[in-house]
Structures are given as C-alpha cells and as structure tokens.
C-alpha cells in the first residue's frame, strides 16, 4: 500500500503565508511526479502546481508568482510554499502523487487526505 499524508494547512489572513507538506510512505518503488490540487467549496478540483521526477514545475495561472512547489526525492516530500495568500485561495488542499508501487507495473495516482487552507479577508 501507498499513503500520502499532507500536514500545514489552517487559517490564516490574507497577505499571509502558509506551507504545506507531504509526504508518501509506504511499498514504493518510484515517484514521477509530485502535485496539489485544489477544491473550493462548490467547484471542481483543480491543479495548483506540479513537479516532475526532474524538478520541471507547472504552476496555474492563479498562483504564479505567489506559491513555489518543490520536492525532496530522498523524503519522498512535495511542499508548497504559499505567500500572498487571499481569500479566493480558500480550498481543500489534496497532495497527488504518481506512484509505481513495488511488485507492481505501472504506475497510479494516489491522493492524500485533504488539509484545508482558510484565507480570512
């Protein structure tokens, strides 16, 4: 089995900062790529940013700028450094991980709990 553990969420003002981790436990044999998602109230989930094996990134539009995404291969750990935050940035936070199980052929999608961000104006 494969586990994704997300922890930094909470409440914070707008113009603050906030830092969420994750990390991936459990019979893994490699990580691709590493990722958060988003999902307000209401709405679909939606990519906030993404890290290849590599280190290549891809940010949504909302938060270039604002959030940096970057992993520790050696922790099997994705962050993300959010500053700036405003109230629109309000959400679910769902860390994702690409992940080829050991014993196993191809790899799955994993999602982690959820941790929630609460930006107050």
């Known amino acids: 089995q494969v586990q994704l553990a997300e922890s930094g969420g909470g409440l914070v003002q707008a113009g603050g900062s906030l830092r969420l981790s994750c990390v991936a436990s459990g019979r893994i044999f490699s990580i691709n790529a590493m990722g958060w998602y988003r999902q307000a109230p209401g709405k679909q989930r939606e990519l906030v940013a993404e890290?290849?094996?590599?280190?290549?990134?891809n940010y949504a539009d909302s938060v270039k700028g604002r959030f940096t995404i970057s992993r520790d291969n050696a922790k099997n750990t994705v962050y993300l450094q959010m500053n700036s935050l405003k109230p629109e940035d309000t959400a679910v936070y769902y860390c994702n991980g690409r992940i080829q199980a050991i014993m196993t052929f191809h790899e799955y999608d994993y999602w982690g709990q959820g941790t929630q961000v609460t930006v107050s104006s």
């Open positions: 890290v290849t094996s590599g280190g290549s990134t």
